[in-house]
């Protein structure tokens, strides 16, 4: 049986590869290799927290707190609106309370997603989405 942490995961990542967007973009999964496109493209990162143990019994839930960033890249120079509405879009795609599962164990998403302040490198704008959550195991 897989472990709680690989399960939340799962469930995250589950949901991204689901992103359905006007135009499709490649994703950048962690530790897989990706070469960067000249175009658009997303990037998953699951940032994940300390658990806090909310109940007194030994065998109960733990709260399983932590992030899951999208990172949403278009070429630089195109101008910002094109990245902000991706970011959008993706922030859509994970509203507040939405139940993710995977294995018997449901992810929840704690509050509408934060779309960060764009960055720019030398050949793309970046806007990050980050979407918090909740788990109980």
């Known amino acids: 049986m897989p472990s709680t942490e690989s399960t939340i995961e799962t469930a995250l990542f589950s949901r991204v590869?689901?992103?359905a967007m006007t135009r499709a973009l490649p994703v950048?999964?962690?530790?897989?290799?990706?070469?960067k496109p000249?175009?658009?493209?997303?990037?998953?990162?699951?940032?994940?927290?300390?658990s806090r143990r909310l109940f007194l019994a030994s065998n109960a839930p733990h709260q399983r707190l932590g992030l899951v960033q999208v990172d949403v890249f278009v070429p630089k120079n195109q101008g910002a609106s094109g990245a902000t509405e991706i970011a959008?879009?993706?922030?859509q795609h994970f509203p507040?309370?939405?139940?993710?599962?995977?294995?018997?164990?449901?992810?929840?998403?704690?509050?509408?997603?934060?779309?960060?302040?764009?960055?720019?490198?030398?050949?793309?704008?970046?806007?990050?989405?980050?979407?918090?959550?909740?788990?109980?195991?």
């Open 17 to 19: 590869a689901g992103l």
């Open 28 to 35: 950048a999964w962690p530790n897989v290799g990706f070469a």
């Open 38 to 50: 000249a175009g658009g493209y997303l990037r998953a990162t699951h940032i994940p927290n300390a």
């Open 88 to 91: 959008g879009q993706v922030a």
């Open 96 to 137: 507040a309370d939405l139940p993710m599962r995977a294995d018997g164990l449901t992810v929840r998403v704690t509050k509408a997603p934060d779309i960060g302040p764009a960055l720019a490198d030398d050949t793309h704008w970046q806007v990050p989405v980050t979407i918090r959550y909740e788990a109980f195991a």
